[in-house]
């Protein structure tokens, strides 16, 4: 079963996480110049929260601001994330402006991914799916629990239902109150990824009581981490430099059960 997925020259799914960089620029002038700072970082992914954007409702500016955070990264995949107000982002849009918004993204080209929110609504989910998947575009499925974290099979069973609407990557971060909560979220990502998924999947225990679970993915099975590089965009991302020296340290001691990718 093939588990990974090669964007621009990045296998997403082999070897240790691939370490994504959340841009949170309110303004274009902003986001021009954390884009130029990207480009120095040592880095795989970058993702563009737009709901910081203080033109987000503003299709056309955020076309123009995609467009010119597209010309310096280049060679980086870029995923487009609009994060509701619900899920932990900034604000909160009708559900016709979000799915206008993603299309827009979309139909510009200059993205990788789009993020759709599970919970956004069955058939909004299964059109965006199938608009980027026209479009050569991945997805992916994501869910945010800044609450609590569910029981384990709620966890497995949310990731699967990501799965069976058609991500590519189906997400989850949730928030644990004890260390119990981050180890059965360890426990999820393990048996999800060893029963299961037949796609690289991302999972993450936010906060500092979850900071392991952004450090041991390959371990447990999650293939994407996410690091900061001015200011964070959830609770418990270390900085970039850091994160990849740790996440180098665990790869080149890390010997993989038979069958498993390293």
């Known amino acids: 079963m093939n588990n990974t997925l090669t964007v621009k020259g990045i296998t997403i ?3 240790a996480p691939k370490i994504c960089v959340p841009m949170v620029g309110t303004t274009i002038e902003q986001l021009i110049k954390e884009a130029e700072l990207l480009t120095t970082l040592d880095l795989d992914i970058v993702e563009w929260r737009v709901d910081f954007f203080e033109s987000v409702e503003d299709v056309d500016k955020v076309k ?20 509701s107000a619900k899920e932990g982002g900034e604000m909160e849009v009708s559900m016709d402006y979000y799915v206008a918004l993603n ?51 709620e966890i497995i069973n949310r990731l699967l239902k990501a799965q069976d609407f058609g991500a590519d990557i189906p997400k989850i971060a949730v928030m644990p109150n004890n260390v119990q909560d981050v180890i059965t979220l360890l426990d999820a990502t393990n048996e999800i990824r060893t029963h299961y998924a037949d796609r690289p999947i991302i999972t993450m225990s936010m906060a ?5 679970s952004r450090l041991a993915g390959e371990i447990f099975g999650s293939a994407i981490t996410f690091g900061a590089a001015t200011k964070a965009s959830a609770p418990g991302q270390v900085g970039v430099q850091e994160l ?10 890390f010997q993989p059960s038979q069958g498993e990718i390293k």
Do not use: M, Y
């Not at 280049?74 to 995923?79: K, Q, R, S, T």
């Not at 139909?107 to 919970?119: K, Q, R």
């Not at 500092?208 to 392991?212: C, D, K, L, S």
């Not at 990849?244 to 001691?253: G, K, T």
């Open 13 to 15: 799914g082999e070897g």
């Open 64 to 83: 123009e601001a995609l467009t010119k955070i597209r010309e310096r990264l280049i060679d980086i995949p870029l995923i487009f994330t609009f994060r």
């Open 103 to 153: 299309k827009a993204a979309l139909e510009s080209g200059n993205v990788e991914f789009i993020d759709v929110e599970l919970f956004s609504g069955e058939q909004i989910v299964i059109q965006l799916v199938e608009l980027a998947h026209q479009q050569g575009t991945r997805v992916i499925i994501s869910n945010h629990d800044f609450e609590k974290t569910p029981p384990k099979k």
């Open 208 to 212: 500092g009581q979850g900071v392991v």
């Open 244 to 253: 990849r020296e740790v996440l180098d340290l665990i790869h080149n001691n």
